[in-house]
Nanobody
Framework: QVQLVESGGGLVQAGGSLRLACAAS????????MGWFRQAPGKEREFVAT????????NYVDTVKGRFTISRDNVKKTVYLQMNSLKPEDTAVYYC????????????????????WGQGTQVTVSS
């Protein structure tokens, strides 16, 4: 069983930065691909970023490329999402997700591929 707890959300002005963290419990973190998703009111959950279990592969939705960076620390069992140059359209609840993967370099882009989810953290970007 894996439990995920997000933190780091908040209210920030456009152009500002936030760093989200997702702390995992359980023995399988280092064998899991991790992902960040977000959901704005009235919209479907959207893929934001993913990182392979060895940290060597990443993927981002086009709208955040060059602004967001996903990283992980397998010793601390934590995955991060550094968000820079935030825009009002980044406002959403951000969720982290985990899924055991057999390949060290595999990344997962769709929510259906993940089987563990955190409770979410609110990010609000004011204009």
């Amino acid at each position: 069983q894996v439990q995920l707890v997000e933190s780091g959300g908040g209210l920030v002005q456009a152009g500002g930065s936030l760093r989200l963290a997702c702390a995992a419990s359980g023995p399988t973190f280092s064998n899991s691909a991790m992902g960040w998703f977000r959901q704005a009111p009235g919209k479907e959950r959207e893929f934001v970023a993913t990182i392979s279990r060895n940290g060597g592969s990443t993927n981002y939705v086009d709208t955040v490329k060059g602004r967001f960076t996903i990283s992980r620390d397998n010793v601390k069992k934590t995955v991060y999402l550094q968000m820079n140059s935030l825009k009002p359209e980044d406002t959403a609840v951000y969720y982290c997700a985990a899924k055991w993967t057999p390949s060290p370099s595999e990344v997962l882009l769709t929510p259906e591929r993940y089987n563990y989810w955190g409770q979410g953290t609110q990010v609000t970007v004011s204009s």
